[in-house]
């Protein structure tokens, strides 16, 4: 039986973001994560591209947006939570079914992707450390993930 996860805590420069998982929505997308924070995949990482009234983006172990982890993309698993201020979900291509490790976090309404990215989250704490990130596709010194760890 595959572990229940809960909490994803993402160490930043700043502080420690809490994430809480929803495993209700999307349950592939939740272990994804988990899977690859609790590897060490997201240690280091930077947010490659940081949209201010929009999201913030990271995952890509390569800090190019255009790669992700050796592990196979993942279905969609939509669902009609909406995209609002501290959702997290997932980055994909064109192709809906091409999420694999990098993910968002929404600063603001962003309604316009419901239905079409698997949310997997939403920040309980910590949201003003995201807001601090330097801006920027991709910023001039991008803020990234110290630590990455599920529970």
Wanted: proline share 7%; glycine share 10%.
């Amino acid at each position: 039986m595959a572990d229940t996860f809960n909490t994803l805590v993402l160490t930043l420069d700043g502080g420690d973001v809490t994430i809480k998982l929803r495993p209700d929505l999307a349950p592939e997308h939740v272990n994804r994560i988990a899977e690859l924070a609790n590897d060490g995949f997201y240690d280091g990482v930077v947010f490659h591209r940081v949209i201010p009234g929009f999201m913030a983006q990271g995952g890509d172990p390569t800090g190019t947006g255009m790669h992700g982890s050796d592990k196979p993309n993942l279905k969609q698993e939509f669902s009609k939570q909406p995209h609002v201020r501290g959702v997290c979900s997932m980055a994909r291509t064109n192709d809906p079914n091409s999420a694999n490790s990098q993910f968002f976090i929404c600063f603001d309404d962003a309604r316009f992707l419901d239905g079409q990215y698997t949310v997997w989250g939403e920040v309980t704490d910590g949201m003003d450390l995201i807001d601090a990130l330097p801006k920027g596709e991709p910023p001039r010194e991008p803020g990234k993930i110290v630590k990455a760890r599920a529970s």
